[in-house]
């Protein structure tokens, strides 16, 4: 019948562009959409010759092509031949609309971001309480830290319902008083992710006072919550990841800290004995017994230099005085008479050296080597060659 029937061989189709895949075989796979419904598109590599723009979500297009069933599957599809632009997709407009006005608040802004704490006890997860997402969260927290409590909101993440429940998700574990929080949901088109880029579930996720880990799709999917979040994660698994510190590098910092602590310790051990062995040996110096040693030894040392200073100084003087003794002898009267020389005094005992000084019947006293004579002046004769 779809063979057969020549409108459905020669068709034009609206509808807005979802879920785009593009195959590595080089065909193209999308779902061309309305308000009314959906149909499934394929675009052959062979018929990609006159597309002049790459097929994306949210695009408004214009799809030329053929209507038929695809056996396998047992369903109809386009198979498209062209595809023209016909302006942005409407989910598309209203995503790049709210990310303005939400930008312009400031609500993107780093200063609003708080830090993800590094060591937390209870994680809160807002998302469908069945699918991939919430098992990937479960499993790679738990890998990395058993003793991190896990409490979880069974929210609707998709339809009509999804954005409040969304919000009431957020609100309550707030309320809890988790430490971090991961608000996501797997992958998907922008239609099944579309409740993430609401106003009202980025309000929440603005006002919220704990911090939000955002993990929604793929890491090429962006969401509205991506840039009001503290902090973006391209998936469930890497948000938990972020969320979750892992324990062994928790125990093996400890183990580092231990034994740089030890080695501390030790250092300081060491260093203290031997500022203790120097106190030690400084207070042996100083103490009473060791200056009373230090005093004798310098006493004992004085006493022997004065010793030998004053043997010193009386060989000194005992030279000098064997000098002025032979200068002495050679001035001496009593050397003189040895010599056969003698002297005369008069009465008064005063040397007498000229006859002028003499009378008769003076008496003298004549000195000589053996003795004394006295005798008297009988006469004087002077000398005549004076």
């Not at 939400?102 to 998302?127: E, H, N, Q």
């Not at 098992?135 to 319902?161: E, F, H, M, T, W």
């Not at 993990?215 to 902090?231: L, R």
Request: net charge positive.
């Amino acid at each position: 019948m779809f063979t057969q029937d020549y409108l459905l061989q020669h068709l034009y189709v609206k509808g807005e562009v979802s879920n785009c895949k593009y195959h590595a075989s080089g065909h193209i796979y999308f779902t061309l959409k309305d308000v009314k419904g959906t149909i499934s598109c394929v675009m052959f590599a062979g018929s990609r010759a006159g597309l002049s723009f790459r097929i994306t979500e949210g695009q408004q297009v214009i799809v030329g092509g053929t209507v038929d069933v695809y056996e396998r599957d047992g369903k109809y599809q386009l198979y498209a031949k062209e595809v023209m632009l016909d302006g942005s997709g409407l989910l598309y407009e209203k995503f790049e609309k709210l990310k303005r006005e939400l930008a312009d608040l400031g609500m993107f802004s780093p200063a609003y971001k708080r830090p993800i704490p590094k060591y937390i006890k209870t994680l809160g997860v807002v998302t469908a309480s069945t699918g991939a997402a919430v098992r990937d969260i479960i499993q790679v927290a738990s890998r990395r830290n058993p003793y991190v409590q896990i409490i979880l909101y069974p929210a609707i993440v998709q339809g009509d319902a999804a954005c409040e429940s969304i919000v009431k998700g957020i609100r309550a574990l707030e309320a809890v008083g988790v430490d971090v929080m991961i608000v996501g949901r797997g992958g998907g088109s922008i239609e099944d992710l579309w409740a993430f880029n609401e106003r009202a579930v980025a309000q929440a996720v603005f006002d919220c006072s704990v911090p939000i880990i955002s993990a929604v799709g793929h890491e090429t999917d962006t969401t509205i919550i991506d840039y009001v979040s503290d902090m973006r994660a391209p998936t469930p698994s890497a948000a938990a990841e972020l969320a979750v510190t892992d324990v062994r590098d928790i125990l093996g910092g400890l183990t580092l800290y231990s034994q740089r602590l030890q080695q501390g310790m030790e250092r300081h051990i060491r260093n203290n004995r031997q500022a203790l062995t120097r106190q030690k040996l400084r207070l042996q110096l100083v103490s009473p017994g060791a200056r009373i040693r230090e005093q004798k030894m310098f006493a004992l040392s004085m006493d022997e230099r004065l010793q030998e200073r004053m043997r010193n100084i009386l060989q000194g003087k005992r030279h000098k005085m064997a000098i002025y003794v032979e200068r002495m002898k050679g001035l001496s009267p009593l050397e003189k008479l040895n010599s056969g020389f003698s002297y005369v005094t008069n009465e008064e005992g005063e040397n007498v050296r000229s006859v002028s000084r003499l009378q008769e019947g003076q008496v003298l006293s004549i000195h000589m080597k053996d003795g004394t004579a006295r005798t008297q002046v009988l006469s004087t004769d002077r000398n005549q060659l004076e």
